[in-house]
């Protein structure tokens, strides 16, 4: 990194050059150096002390009140969980400690408007969408940081923590590119991890069928201003079926530092998964297999008063390999699929509040970067795969994406409005700027009860195997447009402490949605932009909390019913579609936690879904015909004792043994047992 003295303004401007001069450098698709003085004067700025006026933010909350007050990242500016004028789930730690689910994925299965289809089970591998988009759609982040991955949405759930180091997942429905950027198009899902403030050890130890283990230490560690929470896991199985085994290991810091100018956050973490990954990709070759590694950084700072800064910077990178045959390969076999991804931010929000109400500015850059030995252009020059031997890369790509944000959120009465927009340059759209706008208002007719609409346009770019994935099924597409959309959303909330009660309805138009088809079963499936595909959904949900209503010795805890219904209109039936058609019609949920003697407790959890579209039948690797998915029930149930230090618990999944497709031929598993035991011990009060 070379530095130039500007003489006029005196300040730096920053000229990378690391990649310079390579065909997959980011700077290639730029066709210029980068610059990014805008950012490093805001950072410049930020490190300045300030001498401002404190002024009373009501919506700086703390977590530990209850959830109506948890601040959520619904908008630029700090919201709480009441005030949010979207549909917002938020599954806080202790539903997380009483659900019978052992993964996230699993948790999200019963998530209102989210479509989980896992092709390996305990977090192995799923796709993630919300309100019917597809898996590609929908924004991951870690504590507020993007972690999605541009090489497929298949890894965007590689997070280096488990379940049981997670203490809250939020759920925003619904197009967030004003608030995110790109590729929250659908909706986006924020896991949260934060340190305690008490010092504590906890371990959590499973065991269950098909040789399952399930290993966890977590603790949470004071040192003057720095408070450390620190993770590792590891979770394994043989499998249920043949080459469905999985080893996972993760391991996280996440540290937490007060200074006078403000406070520090900063995490890091690395997952191993290496898995038998049955029909995952094709049914005409069961035996794959798959391999992956992910590393995560990321600094984050908050600081100023008056003026609110919070300036962050993070780097994730993925590593991929893809085996086709995991053993016994046929002679025409060349070899396995490597992959690295290199994403590199940097982003600044701002903020502060003023009688008109908040104000929030901001902005991103993001590097997206991959090499691979299929996806890409030609490289110049081989690249050693890191680990691999004799291995090389001979493809790559990078892309740099620059987003503007503005927001403003005023206060009239009982109405509450909140107006932004994003603008947005991509390299690989011939250097043209777009501008995504967005606009929530929110009415409260009591306390109690209030009505809320939206109007918001988001965009999502392809990944890179979308552009240029080529196998013995599939064939890529390098001349793919981004997709867009158009949503209009509607509805209302009514909130006490017994009753809980969401309705929403939404109107989605996307346009040049991606998505990979074939006309006849002989073709390839190969990636295209689909011209228009409308979607109108519905959401309902309301949670009874019977604490509230008979006192917190009434043996019924909570009960919950969430549905949601999507109908999408593709204006054409010429073609087959793996993924963007075959969206969840129907999914009905059911949740009852109760007290069954004492200190022990039973959490059900009952899950309804119909799918549209179809999937390519196989038996015996040889193709049959098209299938259409079938409606099923499936039932969960955790039995558990429970007091202040331990949790002794038996889980079950699919109780009922129920067999059903709903990812492809991928089979899913029967009926699955496991026992543990958490202990925690805290050492300050």
Not at 136 to 149: F, K, P, R, V
Not at 189 to 204: F, G, K, L
Not at 206 to 230: C, M, P, W, Y
Request: charged share 20%; glycine share 8%.
């Amino acid at each position: 990194m070379n530095k130039l003295f500007n003489k006029h303004n005196r300040a730096e401007v920053l000229f990378f050059r690391r990649w310079n001069g390579h065909s997959y450098s980011l700077f290639q698709a730029l066709n210029k150096q980068v610059h990014i003085a805008a950012l490093v004067v805001a950072y410049l700025y930020v490190s300045l002390p300030h001498e401002a006026v404190a002024q009373t933010d009501s919506t700086k909350l703390s977590t530990d009140y209850n959830l109506d007050e948890i601040e959520v990242s619904a908008q630029r500016a700090p919201v709480t969980y009441s005030q949010a004028a979207r549909i917002i789930s938020v599954i806080e730690r202790e539903q997380i400690e009483a659900a019978p689910v052992s993964s996230i994925q699993d948790l999200l299965e019963y998530a209102l408007g989210v479509d989980i289809r896992q092709r390996g089970t305990y977090g192995v591998q799923a796709d993630v969408s919300i309100r019917g988009g597809s898996f590609d759609q929908t924004l991951i982040l870690l504590n507020g940081i993007n972690i999605s991955d541009p090489q497929t949405g298949h890894h965007n759930f590689n997070v280096p923590v488990s379940l049981k180091s997670i203490k809250r997942i939020e759920i925003l429905n619904g197009p967030s590119a004003r608030v995110y950027g790109p590729n929250a198009f659908s909706g986006a899902i924020n896991i949260v991890t934060e340190p305690d403030n008490a010092e504590s050890i906890r371990m959590d130890v499973a065991f269950g069928e098909h040789g399952l283990r399930d290993l966890n230490a977590s603790a949470n560690v004071q040192t003057g201003k720095l408070t450390s929470f620190i993770a590792a896991s590891n979770m394994a199985s043989n499998g249920y079926i043949n080459n469905t085994d999985f080893d996972t290991y993760n391991i996280f810091y996440q540290g937490r530092l007060k200074t006078e100018p403000g406070t520090l956050d900063f995490q890091a973490g690395y997952t191993d998964k290496g898995f038998g990954a049955n029909s995952f990709y094709t049914p005409a070759y069961p035996n794959q297999y798959e391999a992956t590694k992910t590393t995560f950084a990321s600094v984050k700072m908050e600081t100023g008063k008056k003026l609110h800064f919070t300036p962050a910077a993070y780097w994730r990178r993925h590593q991929d390999r893809f085996e086709l045959f995991r053993d016994n390969p046929a002679s025409w076999y060349s070899g396995h699929n490597y992959h690295m991804t290199d994403v590199f931010g940097l982003n600044l929000n701002s903020w502060f509040q003023s009688s008109l109400g908040k104000t929030a500015f901001g902005a991103e850059f993001r590097s997206e970067n991959i090499l691979s030995n299929v996806l890409g252009e030609d490289l110049g020059d081989s690249i050693s795969v890191p680990g691999e031997s004799g291995q090389y890369f001979f493809k790559g790509h990078s892309r740099t994406i620059i987003s503007y944000f503005a927001e403003h959120t005023f206060y009239v009465g009982n109405l509450t409005a909140s107006l932004g927009a994003m603008a947005n340059w991509i390299s690989d759209l011939n250097n043209a700027w777009n501008v995504y706008p967005g606009v929530d208002l929110s009415y409260r007719f009591t306390d109690q009860f209030k009505a809320f609409g939206s109007f918001n346009k988001s965009l999502r770019m392809p990944t890179f195997t979308d552009l240029y994935y080529s196998g013995p099924t599939n064939q890529g597409n390098p001349e793919l447009k981004p997709e867009r959309s158009t949503t209009y959303e509607a509805g209302l909330k009514y909130r006490t402490p017994a009753l809980k009660a969401e309705a929403a309805w939404y109107h989605r138009v996307g346009k040049d949605m991606i998505d990979w088809v074939r006309l006849t079963d002989a073709e390839k499936w190969q990636t295209a932009n689909l011209t228009e595909i409308k979607s109108d959904g519905l959401e309902l949900s309301t949670d009874l909390n019977f604490g509230a209503i008979a006192g917190p010795s009434f043996f019924i805890k909570h009960i919950g019913v969430n549905y949601a219904w999507n109908s999408l209109d593709k204006g054409s039936s010429s073609y087959l579609s793996n993924y963007v058609l075959d969206n969840l019609k129907h999914k009905l949920v059911f949740s009852l936690d109760h007290a069954i003697w004492r200190n022990i407790y039973a959490g059900w959890k009952v899950r309804f879904q119909d799918r549209n579209g179809s999937y390519g039948k196989y038996e015996n690797t040889a193709y049959v015909g098209e299938q259409a998915y079938k409606p099923f029930w499936l039932t969960d149930l955790k039995v558990y004792y429970k007091n202040r230090s331990t949790q002794v618990y038996c889980t079950v999944s699919n109780l009922f043994d129920q067999s059903y497709v709903d990812l492809g031929n991928v089979t899913q598993p029967g009926r699955w047992i496991s026992a543990g035991v958490r202990y925690q011990i805290n050492f300050s009060q």
